[in-house]
């Protein structure tokens, strides 16, 4: 790790971790684990699979904190999974289940990577990606932390982090991707941030997460594969319910234009009272442009190998 790399590592995030309100969503102890396995396995489990990529439903577990705090335990959440696919007869449901099971798996192996793997903690899986020629811009880094980029997807993800200490999975993978392939950050860096504000901050997930999604992992995203923010935001927040929620100032926006508010005209600004560059930013890169620029440089680094 170079000398430029390990003092930006150090670099100090002016907006410290605001203290989260007492009706937070997110509540810890055993009684409230167990509560919320409950509720999962009577309510969601069973749609597992086809509500977890849409940030607006109430499809995911939130087990993530009480995992990692031990107030329930992995194999605990993995009994109760099992006995709801043994009552399950419908082949369907059987998959919405196992969906879920897999991401305890997930969880697990990436505690087995990192055991056997002690210099992820500074280092990427695929050694050869660590030649990368990232982008170490203070200011770039800081929109993105702030939730400033100027794509409401994005935007909205880092708010509900810096607010609740808490992102929905799917959001982190976007914001993720973007941070690594749209701006070339250094994953490590967005590895760091994500510590620092998560409430379920978890070692070997979020560093396999991080990785993943920056293609230097190990079962990573291929490095040519790689998220258009925009097709995300239709695909998983279709009526910008999320966006809103998170990004106030564009809640005024109907849906053609809530995941893209910079093509609205002057006129379509000036009745939705959004001025683009004022109220909200203009995209801080273009998209098309900074994709064909990521795989470019990782092609320079593989084509060495």
């Given at each position: 790790?170079?000398?430029?790399?390990?003092?930006?590592l150090?670099f100090?995030?002016k907006?410290?971790?605001?203290?989260?309100s007492?009706?937070?969503?997110?509540?810890?102890?055993?009684?409230?684990?167990?509560?919320?396995?409950?509720n999962?396995?009577?309510?969601?489990?069973h749609?597992?699979?086809?509500?977890?990529d849409?940030?607006?439903?109430?499809?995911?577990?939130?087990?993530?904190?009480?995992?990692?705090?031990?107030t329930?335990g992995i194999?605990?959440?993995?009994?109760?999974?099992?006995?709801?696919?043994?009552k399950i007869?419908?082949?369907?449901?059987s998959?919405?289940v196992?969906?879920?099971?897999?991401?305890?798996?997930w969880?697990?192996?990436?505690y087995?990577?990192?055991?056997h793997?002690?210099q992820?903690?500074?280092?990427?899986?695929k050694k050869e990606?660590?030649?990368?020629?990232?982008?170490?811009?203070?200011?770039?880094?800081?929109?993105?932390?702030?939730?400033?980029t100027?794509?409401?997807?994005v935007d909205?993800g880092?708010?509900q982090l810096?607010?609740?200490?808490?992102m929905?999975?799917r959001?982190?993978?976007?914001?993720?991707?973007?941070?690594?392939?749209?701006l070339?950050?250094?994953?490590?860096?967005?590895e760091?941030?994500?510590?620092?504000k998560?409430?379920?901050?978890d070692?070997?997930?979020n560093?396999g997460?991080?990785?993943w999604?920056?293609s230097?992992?190990?079962d990573?995203?291929?490095?040519?594969?790689?998220?258009n923010p925009y097709?995300?935001?239709?695909?998983?927040?279709p009526?910008g319910?999320?966006?809103?929620?998170y990004?106030?100032?564009?809640?005024?926006?109907?849906?053609?234009?809530?995941?893209?508010?910079?093509?609205?005209n002057s006129?379509e600004?000036?009745k939705?009272?959004v001025t683009?560059?004022?109220?909200?930013?203009?995209?801080?890169?273009?998209?098309?442009a900074?994709?064909?620029?990521?795989i470019?440089?990782?092609?320079e680094v593989?084509?060495?190998?």
């Amino acid at each position: 790790m170079n000398l430029f790399l390990k003092a930006f590592l150090e670099f100090k995030i002016k907006n410290e971790r605001p203290e989260l309100s007492q009706s937070g969503f997110l509540k810890g102890g055993r009684k409230e684990g167990l509560k919320l396995l409950k509720n999962f396995y009577e309510n969601k489990i069973h749609r597992y699979k086809s509500d977890r990529d849409f940030p607006s439903l109430n499809g995911t577990s939130f087990l993530s904190a009480h995992l990692h705090f031990g107030t329930i335990g992995i194999r605990e959440a993995f009994r109760t999974a099992k006995v709801k696919l043994d009552k399950i007869k419908s082949e369907n449901d059987s998959k919405e289940v196992e969906t879920w099971i897999n991401e305890l798996l997930w969880r697990e192996f990436y505690y087995h990577i990192t055991f056997h793997n002690p210099q992820l903690t500074y280092q990427s899986f695929k050694k050869e990606y660590d030649d990368l020629k990232w982008n170490y811009d203070e200011t770039e880094f800081c929109k993105w932390c702030e939730g400033k980029t100027g794509y409401p997807i994005v935007d909205a993800g880092m708010r509900q982090l810096n607010t609740e200490g808490w992102m929905h999975n799917r959001i982190r993978m976007i914001v993720a991707m973007f941070l690594t392939k749209d701006l070339f950050i250094d994953w490590r860096l967005g590895e760091k941030y994500f510590a620092e504000k998560l409430i379920d901050m978890d070692f070997s997930s979020n560093n396999g997460g991080w990785q993943w999604s920056a293609s230097t992992g190990v079962d990573a995203q291929p490095y040519f594969r790689i998220f258009n923010p925009y097709l995300q935001s239709k695909k998983f927040d279709p009526n910008g319910e999320y966006i809103k929620k998170y990004v106030p100032e564009l809640s005024s926006l109907p849906v053609e234009f809530v995941h893209e508010p910079q093509i609205m005209n002057s006129a379509e600004q000036e009745k939705y009272k959004v001025t683009i560059g004022k109220d909200y930013p203009y995209p801080m890169t273009d998209h098309k442009a900074a994709k064909d620029i990521a795989i470019r440089n990782f092609k320079e680094v593989t084509n060495k190998i």
